[in-house]
């Protein structure tokens, strides 16, 4: 690895179940040996998860001793439940959120809280809490799935910079050179708070290509071929990516990468697998 030090973190989602809980939490505790700067936990469309957010983020930071930090969305929250929220999270000793725009639920054509984008959300926190709170916000490198162009992706994303926003983690994306020139015209305009690539390793073919469809990632033909290729062989499909992702990172660290972001999906060893070959 070009630098063994460099800082990672991993996010997860709020399992809906005891059990879920339990294994997230065992989960948790093996990747928290990989010594992340902090964990980060999803909020559903339209704030779906709000409480299961909230206890998840609680459990992480108490029982396993890695910070951790919630996604607030704004989408369907008034202002007085964003304060009570935040109130509440500065109380419990959080120190890090991830501020977002968020999903909206389906059927909702528009945002219907208060705050309808993701830099009113970061004013907002930063009216209300000052600078208790780190913020991290979303990034895109090859764009919103919702925005109208590029350019127009490019002033949004300065937009929330220039909020306040302290850094942000991309969307996962499998091509380094659209994260390399996101980072070159983000500069360019003269932002320079640290752009944090995600990293989603590829266990399950279908899953991740129902995923990336809807969000906008684009999986390269090559990928897409050689994983339909492998078919129903979990074990090859789990092999190629954990290749395919480690040859990403070393990218990604050597051309200066200010840290990794892994999507870990609620599971540990296909994250572990990468950072193993990384480290090796």
């Known amino acids: 690895m070009t630098n063994r030090n460099i800082p990672i973190n991993f996010e997860f989602f709020p399992p809906k179940t005891e059990a879920g809980q339990a294994k997230l939490v065992a989960v948790a505790n093996v990747l928290a040996d990989e010594q992340p700067e902090f964990f980060s ?34 989408v369907g929250d008034s202002r ?45 926190i930063r009216a209300e809490t000052g600078d208790h709170f780190k913020l991290e916000v979303a990034a895109y490198p090859e764009s919103h799935p919702q925005a109208p162009n590029f350019e127009t992706d490019l002033k949004n994303f300065i937009r929330k910079a220039q909020a306040g926003a302290d850094s942000a983690i991309t969307q996962y994306f499998f091509n380094a050179d659209c994260y390399f020139h996101f980072v070159d015209r983000v500069r360019q305009a003269g932002v320079d708070i640290p752009i944090i690539p995600g990293i989603m390793p590829i266990t399950n073919y279908s899953k991740l290509a129902r995923f990336s469809d809807a969000c906008g990632a684009e999986i390269p033909r090559w990928i897409r071929k050689q994983l339909e290729a492998y078919g129903d062989d979990s074990d090859s499909i789990k092999a190629f990516g954990t290749e395919v992702i480690s040859q990403l990172c070393e990218r990604l660290i050597e051309g200066g990468a200010p840290g990794l972001h892994f999507y870990t999906l609620n599971q540990a060893e296909p994250t572990v697998a990468v950072l193993r070959n990384l480290r090796g």
Do not use: K, W
Request: charged share 20%; with cysteine.
């Open 41 to 74: 936990v999803t909020y559903g469309a339209g704030g779906s998860t709000r409480d299961g957010t909230r206890r998840t983020v609680l459990q992480l930071n108490n029982e396993v001793g890695v910070p951790a930090a919630p996604h607030l969305s704004c």
């Open 80 to 124: 007085e439940d964003l304060r009570t929220l935040l109130n509440d999270y500065r109380a419990q000793g959080i120190q890090r959120i991830v501020a977002l725009r968020g999903d909206l639920p389906s059927g909702m054509g528009h945002a219907s809280g208060e705050l309808r984008y993701a830099n009113e959300l970061v004013e907002f």
